[in-house]
């Protein structure tokens, strides 16, 4: 079982930068690989970026690699998404995922989730 709860969500202008933050609680963490996917009003719930649980790989969007990375702290059972050079069209509430094995894009494949931080960039 685990539990994400999301945080630094924000206003931010374009170009600008934010760091998400999601801290997890469970007794089996550190096997989970992590997501990052988003959603904006009136589009479906899209991939952003995954680690795998033991941080040695990482998978990204295409409309956000090199731009935003995603790292995690299994010794404190965090994830991160840094975001760099935002963008308008990157607004939406970003939801953190967990998934007991391997990495995935697909949202379906997730069990456990956050309740989702707003991120808002203006132009």
């Known amino acids: 079982q685990v539990q994400l709860v999301e945080s630094g969500g924000g206003l931010v202008q374009a170009g600008g930068s934010l760091r998400l933050s999601c801290a997890a609680s469970?007794?089996?963490?550190?096997?989970?690989?992590m997501g990052w996917f988003r959603q904006a009003p009136g589009k479906e719930r899209e991939f952003v970026a995954a680690?795998?649980?033991?941080?040695?790989?990482?998978y990204y969007a295409d409309s956000t690699k090199g731009r935003f990375t995603i790292s995690r702290d299994n010794a404190k059972n965090t994830v991160h998404l840094q975001m760099n050079r935002v963008k308008p069209e990157d607004t939406a509430i970003y939801y953190c995922?967990?998934?007991?094995?391997?990495?995935?894009?697909?949202?379906?494949?997730?069990?456990?989730w956050g309740q989702g931080t707003q991120v808002t960039v203006s132009s």
């Open positions: 680690v795998t649980w033991s941080g040695g790989d990482t």
């Open positions: 995922a967990a998934r007991r094995g391997l990495l995935s894009q697909g949202a379906g494949l997730y069990n456990y």
């Open positions: 469970g007794r089996t963490f550190s096997n989970y690989a």
